[in-house]
């Protein structure tokens, strides 16, 4: 498993704080006014396609995506906890228990897979990536968002009750000391690093990828990449939230990949 361990006990033992999160729209600003309108407007339509959840969590996408029209729903996910959230809550739908890097599915099951978020979970995205390609039928798409780089990337830092997330530089304009913030080559990883974060009262480990790192992989497992999108927050989460939007606005924390077999 190259999620790591406690991320998954943070979900099984906190499965039903997440769910509460993810089913309440204005609780999960990010998900409904930001990343959610902007994954759904990538999506072909859903009319006749068998489709794959894959990081379905606690069933809020599964659920949309068989009331928007889909043939058949599979949701996958790693932790039990929130699957047994799922099935309780959709028992029209079929769940199991996989790790993305190992789908448990025959080649060409599916004609669509989603993942929203879940991704950027596993430390070495070829194996996943392998196994989606797999599992969709020639022409099939994978539709998935992740974390950005550029908010990965930063450093945080609290000082005098204020906490930075910074990535950049400053330059001393008497001595020419040059400081640099944040790390977005991850050298030391090859490009990829682990990244501590909270969701909730959730401890995980998400991990930062270059963008040069997240196409070599994408390329490697054999999609072609038909589009990129880094996408604006919506006018609801301008009223919910003004510094939110302001900064979604001018710095990513999601994007989307449309990628086709
Ligand atoms: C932020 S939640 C998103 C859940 C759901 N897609 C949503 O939008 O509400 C991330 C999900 O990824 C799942 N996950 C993490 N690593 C995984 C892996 N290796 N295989 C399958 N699911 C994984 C977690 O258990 C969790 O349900």
């Not at 906190?14 to 729209?25: I, L, Q, R, V």
């Not at 006749?48 to 058949?72: F, H, M, P, Q, Y």
């Not at 979970?121 to 994978?142: F, H, I, N, P």
Request: glycine residues 8%; aromatic residues 10%; proline residues 5%.
């Amino acid at each position: 498993m190259a999620t790591d361990p406690n991320t998954v006990k943070g979900y099984n033992e906190n499965a039903e704080a997440y769910n509460n999160h993810a089913s309440d729209p204005t609780d999960s600003i990010f998900h409904s006014y930001y990343e959610k309108p902007a994954i759904r407007a990538e999506l072909p339509k859903l009319e006749g396609l068998e489709v794959v959840s894959i990081g379905c969590g606690s069933g809020v996408d599964t659920r949309w995506l068989a009331d928007n029209g889909a043939k058949k729903v599979v949701g996958v996910d790693i932790s039990e906890g929130l699957l047994k959230i799922a099935k309780a809550n959709n028992p029209d739908i079929e769940y199991h228990e996989m790790d993305m890097e190992h789908l448990d599915f025959p080649d060409e099951s599916f004609d669509l897979a989603y993942s929203s978020l879940a991704i950027h979970y596993v430390d070495d995205w070829t194996k996943s990536l392998k196994e989606a390609y797999r599992v969709l039928r020639s022409g099939g798409a994978y539709i998935f968002s992740c974390g950005h780089p550029i908010d990965t990337a930063m450093e945080y830092a609290v000082e005098d009750d204020t906490k930075y997330a910074r990535l950049g530089r400053m330059v001393d304009q008497v001595t020419q000391k040059r400081t640099t913030f944040g790390d977005y080559l991850a050298n030391e990883g090859k490009g990829v690093k682990p990244v501590g974060g909270t969701l909730g009262t959730i401890d995980v480990i998400v991990y930062h990828r270059t963008f040069g790192k997240m196409i070599e992989e994408v390329l490697t497992s054999g999609f072609s990449i038909e589009r990129v999108v880094e996408p604006q927050p919506t006018t609801e989460m301008q009223q919910a939230n003004p510094d939110m939007f302001e900064q979604l606005s001018r710095i990513p924390t999601f994007m989307i990949w449309v990628l086709r077999k």
